[in-house]
Each structure stands twice: as structure tokens, then as C-alpha cells.
């Protein structure tokens, strides 16, 4: 993730070229009627939320994209409507999210019937303007002085699109809406994931229904979001007829994140959101937080509550995460010592449930940014509780710090590989597994 929140973005997306989209019409009628609101207003929920269940759209219109694969003419394969729909926050309360749901116009040519990608998307930053939904529309966006933004999955999207599946991509909790972003926070972001398909399902004239086949895919933030939404569907959505999951360079341990990473040019905005997440989130973690962070550190809190991450990235210089504590301490060992802070960061890792399907790991050994260790636990928790794993660990990246490292690099090869797994599960062939012997 470390050079992924960096600029990757504009480098992928300048190879893109801009087009048209389309629209699909309004989704029917639920509990409650969907509301028509003005583009200004769209991310500004109803107040009170109306009463239905978690996926129930509440308001649909057309969206427009602006994708295009690199040396491909003409517009990418897919129609466009963006929806506000109920989810639920780390609490279990309801709350509103935004997504975008692709129409592909290619027939869907894999066994059975087109199958729904449910897409978590990687780092965008915390500002309002870093929603998927208002990036997809436009080309990359840049707001003086030094803030780029650009939605760099457009290339897995492409792809997907490309082979006749219907994708949605949630914003995630606190994107584009009021409230703030928790970034990497492991129920929010699951249940952003696992909702966005139910509302996606509901909309008319798609041809899907409600036990159409689902897929969660998601890599970086997005792979810790699909395994997060792998691990509590059983639970939380057990009417997704969800086939399995694929999960690429996922942050499993947010407070591990941090340490590995510490001194990095990558933590300031890491951290920023990580810890502005945890304070909304876990209102008794404010006043810890206000009492541990020096002025350093809450400048970057501040700096990161409005901005995508290449701006926090570029605004704040690299530094220990001690040099942002009033004790000196790194950040990892004052959050070990706080109770209230162990606690809230706890509750961000990935590996204590257990999935109900097949799932797919794909990561590089020497990832500079999601570290490799936590994930093998993770599949190897996984496997103990009977759960068909393919660990796929990638030994031939080198090393690679910069613009673009080695957690970027990896995301290329899995494309390919991830795609053809999806097309396997949904076709009911047994699912590859190499828990005997993981990497």
C-alpha cells in the first residue's frame, strides 16, 4: 500500500483516455420510495434514515465514466448509475453509503449467469472529493496546490468489465457523505462491500436478481475490505449467493501496518487516517489521543481529514511515528500501552472469523507496504478452520521502493490469475488449495 497511496495514480491513469457513459433507469420502489436529489445534494443522506434493511436503495440516478482501456477505442463496455444505499457502521448502526454500479454491454460468455463483482477499491485518502463515485466520472482531478486524484482501479475494472461481469464499487463508509472515512476499519469497509451487492442486486433492468452469483474482490484497503466482508457474510449477509472471494495485498493488522511501516514516507497519511478513523469511530479514544499526540501529530490529523493521499503524502515530510508522540514513544508502543487504544485496534484485524467460501490470497513476500507475515497467519488461521485457501505469495518481485514499489508491481500478475480463479468457482470446480504446504 505504501507507494500506492503515493502517486500511482496519476501513472495508471494517464495511460487512460477519456469517454462517454450511460445510465441505467432508477431502481424500483423498497420499504421506502428512492429520492430524487439534485447532483449537490446526493451525498447528503436523509435525515432521519429511512427504515429497511442494510442494501436498500434509497435514491439512484445516471453517473457517467470516464475509463477506457490503454489503446482501446471507443468506451469501456458498461453503463453507469451511482446509488445511495443502507449499510451498517462498525457498531452495527445504520448508516448511508454511495457506490457505483457498472452495467457491462459485453454478454457475459462463463458458465451460468452473469455473475455481480462486489469491488473494494485501495487507499483514496479522507477528504470528500476521493469518493470512487466522483472520480469514475471524471479524468484525473487536480486541486491546488498539491492534490492529485484519480481512481486507479480503473484497470482491474476494465477488465472485468471486459468479460461481461456486472461490477459495483462501494465509496466505502464517510466517503463523499458527511461522515468521516474509517479507513481500514474491518467491519465498516466489510459491510460497505457486502451491501453495495445487495443494493446492486435491487436495481431494475439488469438482468441480475437476487441469488445471482456474487464475487468479492478487492485489493490493498480493498483486499482488506473483501476478506474482512468474506469473513462476516455468513453473518451479516447470508442471502449472498457470494461464490467466493479474492483477496490481493490485504492490510490484515491495521497497528502491525503502522509498525512495519514506521519511518516510511507513506505513514503520514497512513496514520492520519488510520487514527482519525479510530477517534470517530471510538469516541473514549479521543481524549488518549489528544493527550499522546504532540503538535506534529495532530497537524497531520487534521491535515489528513479533507484531503486524497497523495497530497497528505506530499504535504508531510518522512518522519518516525516518534516524532509525533509526546512521549517520544513510537506510535505501535503507545498504542500497546493505552487499554482503550489496544482495544479499538484490535478490532481491526482480519483472521478471527471464518469465510463460508473459497478464498484466493494473492501477495507479494517482500511487499514494502502490506507486510507478508500477517497474511500468511491469516490464510493459516483460515485453513485450521476448514476453509479452501490458495495462498499465492510472489517471491520473483524485487524489492522496489519509489513511486511505484513492489506492493503496485504486484497487483499486475494477480489480475490474470484472480479472473480465471473467479470463472472456476462460478463454473462449481473444486477450489485450488495449498494449505498443506503454505509459502
Not at 101 to 118: H, I, N
Not at 169 to 178: A, F, I, N, S
Amino acid at each position: 500500500m505504501r507507494s500506492r497511496i503515493r502517486s500511482l495514480a496519476a501513472i495508471l491513469t494517464g495511460s487512460f483516455i477519456l469517454v462517454g457513459g450511460g445510465a441505467i433507469s432508477a431502481p424500483h420502489a423498497s420499504a421506502q420510495p428512492p429520492v430524487e436529489a439534485a447532483a449537490d445534494d446526493f451525498y447528503m443522506p436523509p435525515a432521519p434514515l429511512p427504515q429497511g434493511a442494510p442494501g436498500m436503495v434509497m435514491r439512484a440516478e445516471p453517473s457517467g465514466l470516464v475509463l477506457s482501456g490503454p489503446g482501446q477505442p471507443g468506451i469501456v463496455p458498461a453503463m453507469s448509475t451511482r446509488m445511495m444505499y443502507l449499510s451498517s457502521d462498525t457498531h452495527g448502526a445504520p448508516t448511508a453509503v454511495v457506490g457505483t454500479y457498472l452495467q457491462p454491454t459485453l454478454p457475459w460468455t462463463g458458465p451460468g449467469e452473469r455473475p455481480l463483482v462486489a469491488y473494494g477499491v485501495g487507499t483514496q485518502g479522507q477528504g470528500d472529493q476521493c469518493a470512487p463515485s466522483k472520480l469514475l466520472p471524471q479524468p484525473v482531478q487536480y486541486q491546488p496546490p498539491l492534490d492529485v486524484i484519480a481512481e486507479y482501479d480503473v484497470m482491474a475494472l476494465y477488465s472485468l468489465l471486459s468479460r461481461g461481469m456486472a461490477v459495483v464499487v462501494t465509496d466505502y463508509h464517510g466517503l463523499g457523505t458527511p461522515e468521516v472515512h474509517d479507513y481500514l476499519n474491518r467491519k465498516a469497509q466489510a459491510y460497505a462491500v457486502l451491501d453495495s451487492a445487495r443494493a446492486a442486486l435491487q436495481l431494475p433492468g439488469t438482468g441480475l436478481g437476487s441469488g445471482s452469483p456474487v464475487m468479492l474482490y478487492g485489493y490493498s484497503q480493498g483486499g482488506m475490505a473483501s476478506a474482512g466482508a468474506a469473513e462476516l457474510q455468513p453473518s451479516y449477509a447470508p442471502d449472498l449467493n457470494v461464490r467466493g472471494a479474492y483477496i490481493g495485498g490485504p492490510v490484515v493488522d491495521p497497528e502491525y501496518f503502522i509498525g512495519y511501516n514506521d519511518g516510511q514516507a507513506s505513514i503520514g497519511p497512513a496514520v492520519a487516517f488510520i487514527l482519525n478513523g479510530i477517534a470517530a469511530d471510538y469516541p473514549d479514544t479521543r481524549p488518549v489521543l489528544d493527550a499522546e499526540l504532540n503538535d506534529a501529530g495532530k497537524a497531520l490529523l487534521n491535515d489528513g481529514l479533507g484531503k486524497c493521499a497523495i497530497a497528505v503524502s506530499v504535504s508531510n515530510q518522512q518522519r518516525q511515528t516518534s516524532q509525533l508522540t509526546t512521549s517520544g514513544q513510537p506510535l505501535t508502543t503507545v498504542i500497546s500501552q493505552n487499554p482503550v487504544l489496544k482495544q479499538a485496534f484490535d478490532e481491526q484485524r482480519v483472521g478471527a472469523g471464518t469465510p463460508a467460501v473459497p478464498v484466493l490470497i494473492s501477495s507479494a513476500r517482500n511487499d514494502e507496504g502490506a507486510p507478508f507475515p500477517p497474511i500468511r497467519d491469516m490464510a493459516a488461521g483460515w485453513c485450521g478452520s476448514g476453509v479452501p485457501v490458495q495462498l499465492e505469495a510472489n517471491a520473483e518481485i524485487p524489492t522496489i521502493a519509489g513511486v511505484v514499489g513492489t506492493h503496485d508491481l504486484a497487483f499486475f500478475p494477480s489480475l490474470a490469475a484472480s479472473q480465471a480463479w473467479m470463472t472456476d468457482r462460478l463454473a462449481d470446480q473444486p477450489a485450488p488449495t495449498n494449505c498443506a504446504m503454505l509459502p
